[in-house]
């Protein structure tokens, strides 16, 4: 009984933050949907146009669509239902993995029932919700509950994944084979977290923080994102493999100069610096590659008044300056996001590098 309690207790505790800013990205991409559109119900062609995956997806290397498809709803009822679900789910999966395993988690999963998806899906079709990730969020939690780390109860599971098969297979707007996609890879990312830390407690010095776990991962999936949205030839006439190859390095490279600065004294302080840089590196390309959409918008007709019109013209005449400034300020948000944890690595007289350390070596033994 006192379980139970805990179990209820922690699926009616407010949201954790990458839940709440999942669940805002969804609301505010269905209301940019519905202005688009005009109408509760969003049209396919808008669906389609902000991301929605089809069956030329894969091979037209649209990869992209697999990550922005589960930030797009039909209409209110479908939204609805996945936000609910995802609070159902979902906070209870970011405190018992951490910020950055969930989304490392919710990741997989959204991607493999995306891909599923296009691979059995013959016929015109199109895609879009975040069930899929939901559902691999449930299969996570499934095999945290099988490796013995969880007090969920046998019922909750046969609850909901009755009551998710008989709505899957009783609606037939459903896409019920991409929920069995990110089912599947939900359960073996999450299966996957024990031998990707144990690779991690051979490699690095100093376990991670939260927030710099959480940071490396989105950066790692700010460049996937920027890479699957390059034409082929991918950049100098490199193929996207070789890109990725060349990414990966790049990225492990950065994770253990992170390390490095996280085993020194004042670490706490260096790695926030550190990855301000990362931020702002990868912002400064972010804002390149949107190049194309600032140069359209820099040769409209704008009418916004005269002291606007001249901001926005000076920025335009300066493109390279203001993507820099782009990159400055983002560096910089990332200090003032910081400020906490650089503020005691600066204070620091070695203590938090050895607690990270040691921690890193009571996991490895």
């Known amino acids: 009984m006192g379980s139970m309690r805990k179990i209820i207790a922690a699926l009616l505790a407010p949201p954790q933050s990458v839940v709440a800013l999942l669940i805002a990205a969804n609301v505010a991409n269905y209301l940019l949907c519905l ?3 005009g109408k509760a119900e969003i049209p396919i062609d808008v669906l389609h146009l902000n991301g929605a995956v089809d069956d030329r997806t894969l091979a037209t290397a649209d990869y992209w669509r697999l990550f922005a498809y589960g930030f797009l709803h039909a209409d209110p009822a479908h939204l609805g239902l996945n936000m609910l679900s995802l609070l159902i789910v979902a906070p209870l999966l970011e405190r018992l993995l951490g910020a950055g395993y969930f989304i490392l988690v919710y990741a997989a999963a959204l991607v493999g029932a995306g891909v ?11 895609t879009v919700g975040a069930s899929g990730a939901i559902l691999g969020c449930m299969a996570a939690l499934f095999a945290l509950w099988i490796k013995g780390e969880s007090e969920i109860s046998p019922s909750f599971f046969l609850v909901n994944f009755g009551l998710g098969f008989v709505y899957s297979m009783n609606t037939p707007r459903i896409d019920w084979i991409a929920h069995f996609g990110g089912f599947a890879a939900g359960f ?4 996957s977290l024990g031998p990707l830390g144990r690779i991690a407690d051979v490699a690095l010095k100093c376990k991670f ?3 710099a776990k959480t940071n490396v991962l989105l950066l790692a999936g700010a460049f996937a994102a920027r890479l699957a949205t390059l034409p082929p030839p991918a950049l100098f006439g490199a193929t996207k493999w070789t890109l990725a190859a060349a990414g990966g390095v790049a990225i492990a490279a950065f994770i253990k100069a992170l390390d490095l600065v996280l085993a020194r004294r004042r670490g706490l302080a260096g790695a926030v610096a550190l990855l301000a840089l ?13 190049s194309d959409a600032i140069f359209s918008y820099c040769v409209r007709d704008y009418n916004l008044g ?3 019109d001249a901001v926005v013209a000076t920025l335009c005449l300066h493109s390279d300056a203001t993507m820099l400034c782009v990159a400055a300020l983002v560096g910089l948000a990332t200090v003032a996001l910081y400020a906490h944890h650089a503020a005691r690595g600066w204070n620091d ?3 938090i ?9 009571r996991r490895a033994a």
């Open 306 to 308: 005269a002291s606007a």
């Open 353 to 361: 590098a050895r607690t990270l350390m040691a921690e890193r070596r």
């Open 35 to 37: 202005r688009a559109g």
């Open 188 to 191: 073996v990312a999450c299966a």
């Open 349 to 351: 007289a070695g203590f």
């Open 116 to 126: 599923v998806s296009a691979l059995a899906h013959p016929a015109p079709f199109v």
């Open 278 to 290: 990362g931020n702002a590196a990868v912002a400064y390309v972010g804002a390149d590659a949107a």
């Open 209 to 211: 923080p939260e927030f």
